[in-house]
């Protein structure tokens, strides 16, 4: 009786697993967690928001989330416990940044939060910032704003240091020029770069050198006028000043990579295997970029498509958009679908190994969100629901790479 009990409830559990799977049934048997390190869950009342984790010098995980309508951003550490939590006001609708120990973040009341980590005190607030745009450097930050002047809209590109005081505020474009809506921001050293849009939906980039005296914009790329960008995040940059970034070609299904050299002429165009709007370019040291959905491909410096890794038979693949890569090493390639399968493939496009990740609860329905890693080379998977991290592999990155190809702030898809 004791065993038909326990055989009764072990059916119930296998067949609630599978429930949970959408249509990948047998295969969260076959694929078992075996790099799975841990993971932090939360509550039915709250969820973890579509941002990328900020990460600091030691390797603690910053990450926002909502508790019953209530905006905050958790701190945990590289083994995932909770070491804090900094609550605020207004909703907080930017990735959280980390630099020398300072928390910064944007909230959808038009501010610009520092606050420091370990006392949990503010530093200062920057008011009038109606954009979640923003960039930062080792030095300084950056952020596009519109704003209505005479009753016309002017766009312009604002520079602070990191201790809140202005530097300098430089006008992009104003109604008459057709270019208004910012889309993208990225600064690298002493350039920055502003993606787009006018009011007939065209893209547009510019590149802005930060000079002495004051910024001064270098050029102007006009993307083919059905080409959109409106899922990429940031632009990636070579160590040569090249600009990569994904774009949907306006045919159905169909994307690009396109390769912007420093002076802002197109170095080249490649037709993308990737069927999905794309996100981010990854780079490795040599160069070479990455993108993925369900599959990972692998473009040389020049364009040339090197090749494009395979689907694990029998799992079933639902992405939806192309996120960024994580580059470990040159024969450790990480990314996710949004159907919870985890790969990772050789520098090869061969798979190093596959990881199937259970649904969180059968009643309340996961949302893939992010993919970042951690200075020790972790592989971070953020849903709405819960944070979970894997182990990258014997040959993740050096921490000395970090600085170089990271940044504080884990993002790895530029630079």
């Known amino acids: 009786m004791i065993r038909m009990k326990y055989k009764i409830v072990y059916l119930l559990t296998v067949s ?11 295969d969260i048997i076959v694929h078992k967690l075996d790099h799975y390190l841990w993971q932090y869950s939360l509550g039915n009342n709250s969820d973890f928001q579509a941002l990328e984790p900020a990460i600091d010098s030691i390797g603690n995980i910053y990450l926002v989330r909502v508790t019953n309508g ?9 083994d995932g416990l909770k070491l804090g939590e900094f609550y605020e006001q207004a909703i907080i609708d930017s990735r959280p940044v980390i630099f020398h120990n300072s928390l910064y973040y944007h909230t959808k009341n038009n501010k610009l939060y520092c606050r420091d980590t370990k006392e949990n005190i503010f530093y200062y607030q920057i008011n009038q910032v109606n954009t979640n745009l923003i960039s930062w450097t080792g030095k300084s930050l950056y952020f596009c704003a519109t704003k209505n002047y005479s009753g016309e809209k002017v766009t312009y590109l604002n520079s602070y240091r990191l201790n809140g005081m202005k ?19 990225t600064a690298y ?15 547009h980039i510019l590149k802005i050198s930060q000079e002495e005296v004051s910024p001064v914009i270098e050029w102007q790329w006009d993307a083919p006028p059905a080409y959109t960008a409106g899922a990429l995040k940031e632009f990636s940059l070579d160590a040569d000043g090249n600009i990569y970034l994904g774009m949907e070609t306006g045919a159905p299904g169909k994307n690009a990579v396109i390769s912007i050299t420093p002076e802002g002429e197109k170095r080249w165009e490649t037709a993308s295997g990737i069927h999905h709007p794309i996100e981010g370019v990854s780079i490795d040291e040599h160069g070479n970029l990455y993108v993925a959905d369900s599959l990972c491909q692998k473009i040389s410096r020049e364009g040339e498509i090197l090749w494009t890794s395979k689907k694990e038979p029998g799992l079933i693949y639902t992405s939806g958009l192309a996120y960024s890569p994580l580059i470990h090493s040159a024969s450790s390639i990480a990314y996710f679908d949004d159907n919870r399968i985890l790969t990772n493939v050789d520098g090869n496009g061969k798979q190093n190994w596959i990881q199937y990740i259970q649904a969180f609860q059968v009643s309340k ?3 893939f969100l992010r993919l970042t890693q951690n200075r020790n080379g972790n592989i971070l998977v953020l849903t709405n629901k819960r944070i979970m991290a894997f182990a990258g ?9 970090w600085p170089k190809l990271y940044y504080d702030f884990g993002n790895s898809g530029a630079r």
Not at 70 to 78: A, F, M, P, T, V
Not at 172 to 184: F, G, K, N, R, V
Not at 189 to 203: E, R
């Open 365 to 367: 329905k996961e949302t």
């Open 16 to 26: 609630i697993l599978l429930l949970s799977c959408k249509e990948n049934k047998d």
């Open 70 to 78: 209530k905006n905050s951003i958790l701190k945990l550490s590289n």
């Open 167 to 185: 530097k300098w505020s430089k006008k992009l474009a104003t109604e008459s020029d057709s270019i208004l809506t910012p889309q993208q921001i």
């Open 189 to 203: 050293g002493n350039k920055i770069y502003v993606g787009l849009t006018d009011k007939a939906d065209h893209y």
């Open 393 to 401: 592999g014997e040959d993740a990155f050096d921490e000395q790479l």
